[in-house]
């Protein structure tokens, strides 16, 4: 089993930027992805960013070249960092994990922080 804790949601005013971190922990083997989805009210939940194993990040057209993933891999740590924060990136963000045993990709997510922009 894999444990995820995420930190570091909060609310911001526009043009602010806060730094999301989700440290993954347990029975790890091979990780195959670590990145961010989110869920604003009445929508369906979206990729943000993620990072696949062999080092290819992927963004959401409406977070590039304001959002940045890293990864920490001594740490199993993913991070956000969010800059130039806007009204629309108001959701709960979600840490994803996916790890592969042998041929089988498992996948976890994390409880969720809420990320609200507003003046």
């Known amino acids: 089993q894999v444990q995820l804790v995420e930190s570091g949601g909060g609310s911001v005013q526009p043009g602010g930027s806060l730094r999301l971190s989700c440290a993954a922990s347990g029975s790890i083997f091979s990780i195959y992805a670590m990145g961010w989805y989110r869920q604003a009210p009445g929508k369906q939940r979206e990729l943000v960013a993620t990072?696949?194993?062999?080092?290819?990040?992927k963004y959401a057209d409406s977070v590039k070249g304001r959002f940045t993933i890293s990864r920490d891999n001594g740490k199993n740590t993913v991070y956000l960092q969010m800059n130039s924060l806007e009204p629309g990136d108001t959701a709960v963000y979600y840490c994803d994990f996916i790890h592969q045993v042998g041929t089988v990709r498992y996948e976890y997510w994390g409880q969720g922080t809420q990320v609200t922009v507003s003046s």
């Open positions: 990072i696949i194993s062999a080092g290819t990040i």
